[in-house]
């Protein structure tokens, strides 16, 4: 990957493992909250290594077992990541993404609604690991991906600058649609209830 772009001509999904590899460690553990087909998955199993942990949650039973089946190193959690925080039961994950929306090839009525979604980033960004980093690819091409698009930047641009600091990337000549990357580290110190 040296002397590679990490921003330009690439697609998002490789914008963003570019862009979060620095915050990922053998060792490390990560959760790829909207598995779907596991690329994002797959990024984080190959950086933590065998001596790190990935969870993965997604809600369709189909698309979890062939994730399972393909990546045995990983915990396939066959729930909503609206029930992230039950799971998590006091870990602390150092990087933690979504890839927003309905499954590529997949049924698009099984797309992630903007009111799970919310409930769940609280959940991410309170139990991530200080220094941790929160991923959010949004898609606001159809309609629930939007308000779901807007709703999530309302939510970021509510979050303490004390406690986090929030970045967002987006193609700006492009159409409205255009997916947009928000990338949010957690500050370390003892700002944090
Ligand atoms: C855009 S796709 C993810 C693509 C994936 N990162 C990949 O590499 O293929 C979004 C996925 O989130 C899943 N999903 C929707 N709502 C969910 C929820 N509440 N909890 C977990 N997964 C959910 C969908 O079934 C879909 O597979």
């Known amino acids: 990957m040296t002397g590679e772009s990490v921003l330009f001509d690439i697609s998002v999904t490789e914008r963003g493992h570019r862009l979060l590899a620095p915050h990922l460690q053998p060792g490390d553990f990560a959760i790829d909250c909207t598995a779907g087909n596991g690329r994002d998955t797959a990024f984080l199993l190959d950086r933590v290594g065998p001596a790190g942990q990935v969870w993965a949650f997604e809600i369709q039973p189909e698309a979890a077992s062939r994730l ?7 915990r396939v959690i066959c729930d909503s ?3 992230l925080a039950r ?7 150092a990087v933690i993404l979504y890839n927003l929306g309905y499954l590529p090839g997949g049924d698009p009525s099984v797309t992630t609604m903007t009111a799970e979604t919310l409930r769940s980033l609280r959940q991410a960004l309170a139990i991530l690991k200080p220094g941790g980093v929160l991923s959010v690819v949004a898609y606001p091409g159809h309609p629930e991906g939007a308000r779901e698009a807007e709703a ?9 600058a ?10 700006t000549n492009r159409s409205a649609s255009t997916p947009v990357q928000h990338l949010i580290q957690k500050k ?3 700002d944090h209830e």
């Open 152 to 160: 999530v930047r309302q939510f970021l641009e509510g979050l303490p």
């Open 188 to 190: 370390k110190g003892d």
């Open 87 to 93: 799971y998590a039961g006091g870990r602390q994950p």
């Open 81 to 83: 990541h609206g029930e």
């Open 162 to 171: 004390k406690q986090y600091e929030a970045l967002t990337i987006l193609q």
């Open 68 to 74: 399972a089946e393909r990546l045995p190193g990983i």
